[in-house]
C-alpha cells in the first residue's frame, strides 16, 4: 500500500513543481520505511529501482514529457538498469536520490542515479535507460523531444554506458542453454 501512496504523493506534487529541464537534476529526501526492508533488516534491492521509477514519474511530469507522451498516445517505457550496491540503508535512516540525464541516442535516454546517506557517502548508484512506446514501437527520440519542442540533447554516451550496453548485447545473446 506505500508505494501506491508514494506514487499518489509523486504524483500530485510533481504537478504543481515548477518545471524541470532535462538537464536539471531532480533529488529527493526519503526515509527506509518498515516496508522497505528485506530479511536482512535493510532496504531491499528491489525497492531501489521501484524508488527510481517513482523518480523518473516526477522527472517526466515536471519536463513535460508525460504532457507530451499522453497527447501522443505513448508509454514510458524502462528499458533496463544497471545498479551497484555499496552501503546499506537502515530502517527508518534518512536518504536522498539524485536523478539525472546523462545522454540520449536515436531511441534511448540514458539516465544516472544516486542514493547517499545524509552525510553524502554514496549507498547504491546506476545508470537506466526508458524511451517512449507507441503503436509502431519505440518511438525516435527525434519525435519524442520535438513533441516538447526541444532538440534532442547532444551529449555523448559515457564510457560505462557503452560498457553496459555491450554487456547488455551480450547477456541478450546467451542461448537458453547456457552455451
Known amino acids: 500500500m506505500n508505494l501506491y501512496l508514494r506514487l499518489l504523493w509523486t504524483l500530485l ?3 504543481r513543481l515548477p518545471r524541470l529541464t532535462v538537464d536539471d537534476c531532480l533529488e529527493r529526501h526519503w526515509r527506509v520505511l518498515p516496508n522497505d526492508l528485506d530479511i536482512n533488516g535493510h532496504m531491499n534491492n528491489g525497492r531501489y529501482l521501484t524508488l527510481v521509477d517513482l523518480m523518473l514519474m516526477e522527472y517526466f511530469v515536471r519536463t513535460g514529457f508525460a504532457r507530451a507522451m499522453l497527447r501522443a498516445g505513448w508509454r514510458p517505457m524502462s528499458g533496463g538498469a544497471i545498479i551497484t550496491y555499496r552501503r546499506g ?3 527508518m535512516q534518512r536518504y536522498r536520490v539524485r536523478f ?3 545522454a540520449a541516442d536515436t531511441h534511448w535516454n540514458y539516465m544516472r542515479f544516486e542514493f ?3 552525510d ?3 549507498c ?3 545508470v537506466m ?3 517512449a512506446v507507441g503503436r509502431q514501437g519505440l518511438v525516435p527520440n527525434a519525435s519524442s523531444y520535438a513533441a516538447m519542442g526541444l532538440a534532442v540533447p547532444q551529449k555523448p554516451l559515457p564510457d560505462a554506458v557503452t560498457h553496459w550496453l555491450a554487456a ?3 547477456v541478450m545473446g546467451l542461448s537458453r542453454t547456457g552455451a
Open 116 to 118: 547517499l546517506q545524509r
Open 120 to 122: 553524502g557517502t554514496l
Open 124 to 126: 547504491a548508484a546506476g
Open 100 to 102: 539525472s540525464m546523462l
Open 168 to 170: 547488455e548485447a551480450s
Open 129 to 131: 535507460k526508458g524511451a
Open 13 to 15: 506534487r510533481s504537478w
Open 89 to 91: 540503508l537502515q530502517p
